[in-house]
């Protein structure tokens, strides 16, 4: 069992950054793959990044490839999404997952943080 909370969003400027934490309860953190998705209003969860269970694999979305880092510290039970160059489009509530597979498909996560509120002023 994993427990996950999410935190760092906020309000920035468009060309901004901001960084996301993920801080995860229960001793297995470190054999889950941890992922970041992200939900607008009116539109559905999409897949922004994963991480390996080891941090040695990362995925990325088309769209915050370049811009966006994920990253992990299995020590401290903590996940990180570094995002920079920051767009009104990356406006959404951003969630932290972990699942059983280093993938963007959301239905193999299986325990889901509550969520963190990013707005990026034009």
């Known amino acids: 069992q994993v427990q996950l909370v999410a935190s760092g969003g906020g309000l920035v400027q468009a060309g901004g950054s901001l960084t996301l934490s993920c801080a995860a309860s229960g001793r297995t953190f470190s054999q889950y793959p941890l992922g970041w998705f992200r939900q607008a209003p009116g539109k559905e969860r999409e897949f922004v990044a994963v991480?390996?269970?080891?941090?040695?694999?990362?995925l990325y979305a088309v769209s915050v490839k370049g811009r966006f880092t994920i990253s992990r510290d299995n020590a401290e039970n903590l996940a990180y999404l570094q995002m920079n160059s920051l767009k009104s489009e990356d406006t959404a509530v951003y969630y932290c997952?972990?699942?059983?597979?280093?993938?963007?498909?959301?239905?193999?996560?299986?325990?889901w943080g509550q969520g963190t509120q990013v707005t990026v002023s034009s």
């Open positions: 991480i390996s269970s080891n941090g040695g694999t990362t």
């Open positions: 997952a972990a699942g059983g597979y280093t993938t963007d498909d959301p239905t193999y996560y299986n325990y």
